[in-house]
């Protein structure tokens, strides 16, 4: 299952009574929210994807809640299960990648070759259908119907995208999600937080004195493109080699019209344009996933030089607000992923879990199997290392047999195997942009919570317990006159 485009997607859902197309007329203004948050908080087949077709003052439908189901969210990376995903990568690691604990310290560098050797490339092509409509020197943003969330925002907001930068220096590529807020028709302010690819190609643009960074910003393509944005890949990983693997054959780039970059040939709309590192001004504030609305910070500015388009685009975009909601399943699709990568640097690790209300950063569960004491500890510190887990607030390490995906299985282990006064790690360090508990910006308070069994090495001396479990053989006798107890 590979889709070239964001049509073809729409229509797998259509097909699969996964949309729902909206002609009553709708503002563009907060009603969007009010409809899709509704409709992205119900957990049964009435979640849906929602088309509006008929908005004030637009001629483009706007399509959301394309991700917001643990289906859709699987569909939309070509499986029908997201768990199916760490299975593939799992065994593509195992299958490339060399063993043994040497080859753990150069596994990342490795990872980059793993995905660079499976012949899923980006590839180049003349023309496609996103350059079939140009336009430069009229471009308007005004042409894009795009929303105002919620009533405090401070405007319109576009939330869907993946905007594609170089890093000045090394020309590798990266592409972020960030939204980005209208300012008026050619300007936007672009939200990438300092802890993001972005951010970095902005401050060597900066040290290395270069005026200006050429970007694009890509609206729709095939959903596993528009979803790689999202992904947390370490810098030097081209984030579309990624979307390749998981379509299965190479996302296709074509020329920027005004820019020296290159954009998904499928995509539905394309601003292309530029920053300037030096320019900076007031962005927000915006209700975030976080459930409030983040304040006011200033951001760089993105000058447009063109926008091209499809003939017939829509205009993909999402709402964050209070959990669960579409990107708590974009999550979910990143944290299956990602968990065999976790395991290269963390062989220990069994299962994560980063529940939809801990939004993200706020919260991760973690199995492991414990050999030595302190394991638990050295998991906690390997996950503060690896990557944008640094910015993960508490993490809660489990043994092995805990099922990090059952909240109430997670809460009852959590709590009774801890002494809070011993089987704590209490640390600072960096918290993620949008922490408002924090008492200072990006650094603050994390804490690490080891809920294993403890050992005698680690000072217990009470010998623990002896967990609850039936008699194998009553089980197997239960089970086989259960259908005669009229239970
Ligand atoms: C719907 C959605 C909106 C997001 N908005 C932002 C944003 O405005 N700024 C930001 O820095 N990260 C945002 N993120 C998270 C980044 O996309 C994510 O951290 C990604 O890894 C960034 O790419 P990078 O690692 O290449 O910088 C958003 C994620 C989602 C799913």
């Known amino acids: 299952m590979s889709m070239k485009d964001l049509h073809e997607y729409i229509d797998l859902l259509e097909s699969r009574g996964q949309l729902a197309r909206i002609t009553a007329p709708v503002s563009r203004d907060l009603e969007i929210t009010e409809i899709t948050d509704r409709i992205s908080k119900r957990a049964d087949g009435t979640n849906k994807a929602l088309i509006f077709e008929n908005i004030h003052g637009s001629d483009m439908p706007v399509a959301i809640n394309l991700f917001g189901s643990r289906q859709r969210m699987s569909w939309a990376l070509g499986v ?30 490795d990872l980059l070759g793993v995905l660079r050797s499976i012949g899923l490339r980006p590839a180049r092509v003349k023309n496609g259908p996103v350059q079939a409509v140009i336009v430069k020197e009229g471009a308007s943003l005004d042409s894009l119907p795009v929303l105002k969330c919620w009533p405090d925002d401070g405007g319109r907001f576009i939330t869907l995208p993946q905007v594609i930068t170089r890093d000045p220096e090394t020309g590798i590529r990266n592409v972020g999600m960030y939204r980005l807020q209208v300012l008026d028709d050619r300007r936007l302010l672009m939200h990438w937080q300092r802890h993001k690819g972005g951010a ?73 344009g530029f920053v300037d590192p030096n320019e900076h001004l007031p962005e927000g504030p915006f209700g975030d996933h976080t459930g409030y609305y983040t304040p006011v910070e200033p951001f760089p500015v993105f000058h447009l030089t063109a926008i091209t388009r499809r003939t017939d685009p829509i205009y993909p975009t999402t709402i964050v607000g209070v959990p669960p909601m579409e990107d708590v399943w974009m999550g979910k699709a990143t944290e299956r992923l990602f968990l065999p990568l976790i395991r290269l640097f963390l062989p220990e690790v069994i299962d994560v879990c980063m529940p939809a209300e801990g939004i993200f950063h706020n919260l991760v569960l973690v199995s492991i199997r414990k050999r030595y004491p302190g394991h638990a500890r050295k998991a906690i510190h390997g996950l503060w290392g690896l990557g944008l887990l640094m910015l993960a607030k508490c993490i809660i390490v489990f043994d092995d ?86 239970l």
């Open 80 to 109: 029908e299960d997201l768990e199916e995903l760490r299975d593939r990568l799992a065994a593509l690691l195992d299958l490339r990648l060399p063993q043994g604990l040497g080859g753990v310290l150069d596994r990342g560098q």
């Open 200 to 272: 970095e190609h902005e401050r060597v643009a900066r040290e290395v004195s270069k005026a200006i960074i050429p970007a694009a910003v890509v609206l729709g393509g095939d959903p596993a493109s528009m979803w790689c944005a999202s992904a947390p890949l370490p810098p030097n990983i081209d984030e579309y080699l990624l979307a390749g693997w998981l379509r299965g054959r190479p996302v296709e780039f074509v020329e920027c019209v005004s820019q020296p970059l290159e954009v998904p040939a499928e995509a539905e709309i394309v601003l292309e």
């Open 401 to 486: 047999w805990v099922d990090v995906q059952d909240p109430g299985q997670a809460a009852w282990q959590g709590l009774g195997n801890v002494d809070w006064a011993r089987d704590v790690v209490i640390t600072q360090g960096p918290t993620d942009h949008l922490d408002h508990a924090s008492y200072q910006h990006s650094f603050g308070g994390k804490i690490g919570i080891d809920a294993t069994a403890k050992l005698p090495e680690e000072g217990y001396s009470r010998g623990w317990p002896k967990r609850i479990e039936m008699d194998p053989e009553v089980k197997a006798k239960i089970d086989a006159i259960w259908g005669q107890l009229g």
